[in-house]
């Protein structure tokens, strides 16, 4: 099953995304809550705990953060699964704590935030967090959007205690077949790498599908996306004082495009990755 995207924008423009269009209008709250993301509050969690726990990591007792939070549907899943003693999500963007639970309600979820979860707004490369506070971080579906991620890596590593953990997945690279983002518009994929990024945003805004507010979101999200693989992923780890322990790459079948022929297999084919990192 495809990973699930969180809504992470907020948290992308603050790390200094090189802008590639005028910042566009944040868009207007919807009247009823958003429909629950099934994936990030049960899907997410599992491959995280999954990931962890066949290496005899057990986040019970233990205190976690998630970096990069987004709206927090996933943390909500990880604190009442994980049972850590305490979890932190973080992100520029302060989570809509009562939006948050108004979507959750309609899942027949409790009405507040589990005693062992908080939100906290963080800086672009600060977490507001002394050292070595925490046992795990783990971050899901941020770092394809951050332009800086050896300063990101860096601070995370300061916070981290030294016989910690950390995991983090990626996906979808951004020259992979659905690297852009926007599949549903592009199922063919490689659209990023095939089209002008303005010929992709006419052909999206052409058929909005979900509506307006919809459309800009991914838009931005498809503008700000970095150009990481995979290779510098491992690069930006190590030079952050990280240790790539496990590894698990996701791969598909695809079918190239003559005119990208050219490029590297390994840039075309990896669209993701799950790994765990300790500090060096």
């Known amino acids: 099953m495809r990973p699930s995207v969180r809504a992470r924008i907020p948290w992308a ?22 429909p629950w993301p099934e994936e ?13 726990g066949d290496e005899g990591i057990d986040l019970a007792g233990k205190t976690a953060a998630d970096i990069g939070c ?11 699964r994980a049972a850590p003693e305490l979890l932190v999500g973080f992100d520029i963007a302060p989570v809509d704590i009562a939006g948050l ?12 935030l589990p005693a062992n979860l908080r939100f906290e707004t ?13 046992d795990c971080l783990f971050s899901w579906s941020a770092f394809e959007h951050v332009v800086r991620p050896v300063a990101v890596l860096r601070e995370m590593r300061r916070i ?14 951004f020259h992979s077949k659905h690297g852009s983002h926007l599949w549903d518009w592009f199922p063919e994929g490689f659209a990023q790498l095939l089209h002008e990024p303005a010929a992709v945003e006419a052909e999206v805004r052409a058929n909005p599908g979900k509506g307006p507010a919809w459309t800009d979101n991914l838009l931005g999200a498809f503008h700000e996306l970095n150009r990481v693989t995979v290779d510098d992923l491992q690069r930006a780890l190590l030079l952050a004082g990280f240790s790539v322990t496990k590894l698990a790459l996701e791969t598909e079948t695809v079918h190239i495009p003559p005119e990208l022929a050219h490029l590297p297999i390994r840039m075309l084919a990896v669209s993701g990755v799950k790994l765990l990192a300790v500090p060096a």
């Open 13 to 34: 423009q603050a790390l200094r995304l090189v802008p590639t269009r005028p910042a566009r209008p944040a868009p207007t709250a919807p009247a009823e809550p958003a």
């Open 40 to 52: 990030s509050y049960t899907t997410a969690v599992d491959h995280v705990i999954a990931f962890l």
């Open 70 to 80: 987004g709206d927090g549907v996933m943390d909500l899943g990880m604190a009442a």
């Open 101 to 112: 639970l108004a979507r959750a309600r309609t899942r027949g979820l409790a009405a507040e």
């Open 122 to 134: 963080c800086g672009p490369h600060h977490l507001p967090a002394a050292d070595a506070s925490f």
């Open 160 to 173: 981290l205690r030294p016989d910690g953990v950390l995991f983090l997945q990626v996906w979808p690279f």
